[in-house]
């Protein structure tokens, strides 16, 4: 499913002394299929964007096409079930979502305010649990009793469950092990190769967004600043640095190499495997001249 | 979902009613919400409503905003003019519908009332826009102050006070998130049958619990940390000043009393 956003706009609290602009002239589209990751400093409006990508948000200006949907500002809308179906948002801190007495029932909890008969939804739960790597046996459990990292898989598993076309992940890993955070990003990259679903990433880890996405979206002051591929992205690392930003470890480690030796890189590199290659390459060309 | 709220919650600025002393405002709410039944007729109403609006002035709230904070509240005044309206049976009929009989004093009765009502939320609300909830506490404190003689815990009980005002805003915060986390997994909380929307209370309701609990220890456990152990000794860091406009203010309430005695009947 295609998301268009056009000219979108935000304010909180319109009318109040608290009235706040979030996000503005915000054009963005995201391809079915496509894993997108948008990054930014904490109040650039990425957590704002992403609340429009399922209509919990509606624009003070401009509009948002959701598939065959549009939504406009100034028009009151109903009935964005269907969009919520289609949209998982996966917030931050998910396991402070979780309320039902069993992991099951909480699991179950999406599919069925969907439509989902009940008997499908269980077995939409079990795959869903085994998709973020939990054993049927704390179906029966209260959510309650699982530790931190336990809890998060389960409210992940809850929106995975509803089967989105597209998922929208807000830090999904905020707080959570090193090991953790892998295996769950992981899951949901091969969420994305292997069904095709398009993923929207918020985050604050570079390497994430480099190793992941297709495509990076840069916000910075409540609108996008650039966007381009992780290769068009990192090859202007001062840039990014001049913004505040992160960059990969890797390619802070190419432009240390740049200064303090004087090679130079053709291109970014984005994982080590990679940026072995381009220095093996590089110190060669240098021994040769 | 909840931003349009404004009980409880503190607007910055810079105005008269926002450096005046905590104690001055609080003895004026006390003060004012005593008074308010003194008045029974037009003009003692009249005064009541000029003392309201000159303290909005002074606070520099726009009325744009008091407006749209209490319009949740003109239900209940309209709910209680139209009980006044309907069901006293005083002075001469003006109107009937139905076999309903409408009557001069019940519409004058409804009136009063609601004016009453607005008042009353109008300046109590004035107080928590215009002061920190901190100062309130530290305000109510000293108030309460003499009472410690009578063994009553007026530290414990501004602390309890400062907690809850202070905790506000983030269970707002986190209702808006827990509810836009659950609409997102499909939870209607805006339309639908009643019966649906009643039960979708519960997935707010049950995780705003949860982390209320773990938040409270949470908080506990920081506080005896900091070597927290009550009030005995306790210094102030912020120093409560009571200046002129704060007498000022006081003596103006009373003069409004005098006045609400000699204009009622």
């Known amino acids: 499913m295609r998301i268009e956003l056009q000219d979108v706009e935000y304010r909180y609290q319109v009318n109040t002394p608290f009235e706040r602009l979030a996000i503005h002239d915000v054009n963005l589209v995201i391809e079915p299929g496509t894993y997108t ?10 957590s ?148 095709g679903i398009s993923t929207v990433l918020v985050t604050h880890s570079m390497e994430d967004a480099a190793r992941y996405a297709d495509e990076i979206v840069i916000m910075h002051k409540g609108t996008v600043y650039q966007k381009g591929s992780p290769n068009e992205v990192f090859s202007q690392p001062e840039q990014l640095v001049e913004l505040g930003l992160d960059v990969p470890d890797t390619v802070r480690f190419q432009l240390r190499l740049q200064k303090e030796m004087g090679v130079r890189f053709d291109k970014p590199c984005l994982n080590i495997e990679e940026l072995a290659m381009e220095i093996k390459r590089v110190m060669k060309w240098g021994e040769r001249s | 979902m909840m931003e349009k709220m404004i009980f409880g919650r503190y607007v910055p600025a810079e105005s008269p009613l926002h450096r005046m002393d905590p104690r001055s405002k609080l003895l004026m709410v006390f003060f004012f919400v005593c008074i308010v039944f003194l008045a029974n007729n037009t003009m003692t109403y009249v005064i009541l409503g000029i003392f309201t609006l000159v303290l909005i002035i002074l606070s520099k709230i726009p009325f744009r905003f008091l407006y749209n904070g209490l319009k949740p509240v003109f239900w209940l005044i309209l709910f209680t003019l139209f009980l006044h309206v309907f069901f006293t049976k005083e002075g001469e009929v003006l109107y009937s519908i139905a076999g309903l009989d409408i009557y001069e004093g019940g519409v004058r009765q409804g ?155």
Not at chain 2, 123 to 142: A, K, N, R, Y
Not at chain 2, 180 to 194: C, E, L, M, T, Y
Not at chain 2, 241 to 252: A, N, P
């Open chain 2, 111 to 265: 009136l009063f009332i609601s004016l009453r009502f607005t008042y009353l939320i109008l300046i109590t609300s004035l107080l928590t826009l215009t002061t920190t909830p901190i100062s309130i506490t530290d305000g109510m404190e000293q108030l309460l102050n003499p009472f410690k003689k009578l063994k009553m815990p007026v530290h414990e009980l501004a602390l309890m006070m400062s907690i809850s005002l202070r905790f506000i805003p983030t269970i707002m915060e986190e209702t808006d998130k827990i509810m836009k986390a659950q609409a997102a997994r499909g939870v209607d909380f805006s339309s639908g049958p009643i019966k649906d929307r009643i039960k979708s209370i519960v997935p707010l309701l049950v995780p705003l619990f949860v982390s209320a609990f773990k938040r409270a220890e949470e908080l506990a456990i920081a506080m005896e940390a900091r070597g927290y152990r009550g009030g005995e000794g306790r210094t102030k860091y912020r120093r409560l000043r009571w200046q002129t406009v704060d007498s000022l203010l006081i003596v103006s309430l009373l003069a409004v009393t005098v006045l609400l005695v000699i204009f009622r009947t």
């Open chain 1, 37 to 46: 990751a948008l990054i930014g400093h904490t109040g650039s409006g990425k």
């Open chain 1, 48 to 195: 704002t964007i992403l609340q429009h990508l399922n209509g919990l948000l509606q624009p003070t200006k401009g509009k948002i096409q959701v598939g065959d949907r549009t939504i406009e500002a100034g028009k009151k809308e109903k009935q964005l079930r269907p969009i919520r179906k289609k949209v998982g948002i996966v917030f931050q801190f998910a396991e402070h979502q979780l309320f039902e007495e069993t992991v099951e029932k909480d699991i179950c909890f999406g599919p069925i305010n969907f439509g989902v008969p009940e008997a499908d939804a269980k077995l939409l739960a079990r795959d869903a649990l085994k998709q973020v790597g939990l054993g049927e046996e704390i179906l029966g459990k209260s959510p309650f009793d699982l530790s931190g990292g336990q809890m998060r898989r389960v409210a992940i598993a809850g929106v995975l469950a509803m089967e989105p076309e597209v998922l929208v992940l807000d830090e999904p890993t905020a707080g959570l092990d090193p090991r953790g955070r892998k295996e769950i990003m992981d899951m949901f990259y091969q969420l994305h190769q292997e069904r």
